[in-house]
């Protein structure tokens, strides 16, 4: 079974520049998150989608950050314009469904350095 | 609100000695709980999960971990540390009561000496 895929896998900007994440889940994986991981910390949910529809996004910074599931499948993480402070690891994770006790399958994440 | 409370940041252990990670949980509702390690360079595993079956739950690796409602607590616990253990680990709370937002501690970095 193929694991969550991210690309891409490292990624150098200038504040100010914008600079877009994409991930893949599992095949068949109905939930799918987006985290921001800053050196040092737990992981932050960003974005939680059930299918294409967001199931909370209160801690996405909505001036400069957004992300899109269209089709339920594949999703996009977008920075605009990004900031010192963006710099971390943004994860993809994806589960199987809308659920209690679904275990979450993380993919290697996007390691992002705003200079 | 719900909130995960990892109470150590950093562990150091010998190799064969017990190891305890320890997490504390704030919820409205009774929250699912999980640990998931992170190795250095790699991505995070499920180490174990707590489903109200049964309040001991066993992981890979040797892991368990004890589910206490009283005390809020879903310590995670090894009775002899490997080398291999050192990692990140992290204690995360799914919100129950229909929306299943997770919610992770800071972590706790395993150090484990030869």
């Known amino acids: 079974e193929a694991g969550v895929a991210q690309s891409p896998r490292y990624k150098i900007i200038e504040k100010r520049q914008s600079v877009a994440f994409w991930c893949n889940p599992i095949?068949?994986?109905?939930?799918l998150y987006w985290y921001q991981q800053i050196l040092g910390q737990g992981p932050k949910l960003l974005i939680q989608f059930q299918n294409n529809g967001v199931v909370d996004d209160s801690q996405l910074p909505k001036d400069r950050f957004s992300a899109e599931r269209l089709k339920g499948v594949d999703s996009t993480l977008k920075i605009q314009p990004a900031k010192l402070e963006d710099s971390a690891v943004y994860l993809c994770a994806s589960s199987l469904a809308f659920a209690p006790y679904n275990e979450q399958f993380f993919g290697p994440g996007t390691r992002l350095t705003v200079l | 609100a719900q909130s995960v409370t990892q109470l150590d940041s950093h562990v150091s252990v010998s190799e064969g000695t017990p190891v305890l990670l320890r997490c504390n949980y704030s919820s409205s509702y009774s929250p699912s709980l999980f640990w998931y390690v992170q190795h250095p360079n790699k991505g995070l595993q499920l180490l174990l999960k707590y489903t109200s079956a049964a309040t001991l739950v066993k992981g890979i690796n040797g892991f368990e971990a004890e589910f206490k409602k009283s005390e809020t607590s879903f310590h995670l616990t090894k009775p002899s540390a490997h080398m291999s253990d050192a990692a990140e680990y992290f204690c995360v709370a799914l919100q129950s009561g229909g929306s299943y937002i997770p919610t992770f501690g800071r972590g706790t970095s395993l150090i484990v000496h030869p």
């Open positions: 095949s068949g994986h109905a939930t």
